[in-house]
């Protein structure tokens, strides 16, 4: 998509970069401009000024710099066009494209209209939970039971969903409005619309942002252990699980503090790793990580890191991610893999070791080629002709989903020897045509 230059100028003429810092940014009057903390690195007395003559913003601490498009392409991990399109619907401008019909820019402007529309009404829904949590002992004391802080509650937006079959009647004053089944907060029985009732019921909830800090769904997990232990919101028009992580809107700032992002499996995780001291947690929403998520971490830092229960089934976790990280494992990149002992999640790992343990783990974790290798190999026999074969078959497809580069060479260099082979022999085997079937470079 192509947008004008000109269009660039008038939405950046219209827009006012004080408004769009101040989203993420609590910023006060200083002279001519205002001062806050900057969001890029971590500081205790704010060197961070936007300018609203110059429509400007500079960090004087570590030199970041930008207007209104920039910054959200930094801090919110936007891409340009993403973050022209979110400017300009703001301040009501069409983002002009002449590849498409009017037809076309027509639906795309009516979905963007029911996404917000949809976003507000899970906000709504977000806001009575977290009325109902103070007012519920045994929701407030599960979370105390876990160790998590009102501070912690808080940044996250956790809240509890009442028992009743119908508790959000009490919030939205048409219960039968299409838009509380198409957010997915009320489910419609067969029988009709007369059977209605609440997704969420006697649980606590963590609400799910998008990069815009924008509500878009909900994981539930029950109080005892009722089954099933956690329920998320099914795929609407805003939430697409595939796509999503969870508490990625509250940990971008730390991700970039700490240099890295750790990948967990459950909402628990995030927040009692945050309350834990390691706040850049983030994970996937009960599915497999995707190419996807991969892509939308790396908007953020350079480092990733896979952190999994040492069982089988975190293996098996481990072994989907490890899918989904390879198309973007540049030579740049760093993306590891951390097994816990088989009885220990992140939490319990911490509360029993300490958080010093937990970081040498962090530290020690399994480098995205050494468990290439690692899966490559499980169960075969290195010794024999056939087992070195087998390996060969099964690594083809993870060496060939890397992006061209010294790291994908070096591992056909090390595959190479593990079959007793040298490393042309291996090349032209599995990519008989040459270069013309190297895979496209990963997008950044």
């Given at each position: 998509m192509t947008i004008p230059q000109s269009f660039i100028q008038e939405l950046l003429a219209r827009v006012d970069v004080v408004d769009i810092v101040g989203r993420?940014?609590?910023l006060k009057k200083g002279g001519a401009n205002f001062m806050g903390l900057c969001p890029f690195h971590g500081e205790k007395s704010p060197s961070f000024s936007v300018s609203p003559a110059k429509q400007f913003y500079h960090c004087f601490g570590c030199g970041k710099n930008g207007n209104a498009i920039s910054f959200l392409m930094d801090h919110a991990g936007m891409g340009f066009v993403e973050a022209v399109q979110d400017l300009a619907q703001g301040v009501g401008l069409q983002v002009p494209d002449d590849d498409i019909s009017p037809q076309e820019r027509e639906r795309a402007a009516a979905a963007r209209q029911k996404q917000a529309t949809l976003s507000d009404v899970l906000e709504k829904a977000a806001d009575a939970y977290r009325r109902h949590l103070r007012e519920s002992q045994r929701a407030i004391g599960y979370f105390k039971g876990r160790g998590v802080s009102g501070a912690v509650a808080k940044r996250y937006g956790l809240g509890y969903a009442p028992e009743g079959w119908r508790s959000l009647a009490s919030v939205f004053p048409r219960y039968d409005d299409p838009l509380l089944e198409e957010s997915g907060l009320v489910i419609v029985g067969e029988e009709g619309q007369d059977k209605r009732y609440d997704r969420f019921r006697d649980r606590v909830m963590f609400p799910i942002r998008n990069v815009k800090g924008e509500c878009i769904g909900f994981g539930g997990r029950v109080l005892g252990d009722d089954k099933p232990k956690y329920l998320n919101s099914p795929e609407t028009p805003?939430?697409?699980?595939?796509?999503?992580?969870?508490?990625?809107?509250?940990?971008?700032t730390a991700i970039r503090e700490h240099g890295y992002a750790l990948v967990t499996e459950g909402y628990m995780d995030v927040v009692a790793l945050a309350q834990l001291g390691f706040p850049n947690a983030v994970a996937t929403l009960g599915t497999a990580c995707t190419p996807e998520h991969v892509h939308k971490l790396l908007r953020f830092t350079?480092?990733?890191?896979?952190?999994f229960d040492g069982d089988n089934?975190?293996?098996?976790?481990a072994r989907k991610a490890l899918d989904g990280a390879l198309p973007h494992a540049t030579d740049t990149r760093s993306i590891k893999f951390l097994f816990l002992p088989a009885e220990h999640d992140p939490d319990s790992f911490i509360r029993a070791n300490g958080t010093d343990a937990f970081a040498q783990h962090v530290g020690n974790a399994v480098p995205l080629s050494r468990f290439l290798v690692e899966s490559a190999s499980e169960g075969?026999?290195?010794?024999t002709a056939e087992g070195r074969a087998h390996m060969a078959s099964n690594a083809r497809p993870l060496w060939t989903?890397?992006?061209?580069?010294v790291l994908k060479r070096q591992l056909l260099g090390e595959l190479a020897e593990l079959t007793q082979l040298n490393?042309?022999?291996?090349?032209?085997l599995w990519n008989p045509g040459g270069g013309a079937r190297e895979p496209a470079r990963a997008p950044a």
């Open positions: 993420y940014v609590q805003v939430f697409h699980k595939g796509r999503e992580l969870y508490g990625l809107f509250e940990a971008r350079d480092a990733v890191v896979f952190s089934a975190g293996r098996r976790a075969c026999d290195l010794t989903a890397l992006p061209d580069g490393a042309r022999d291996l090349s032209e």
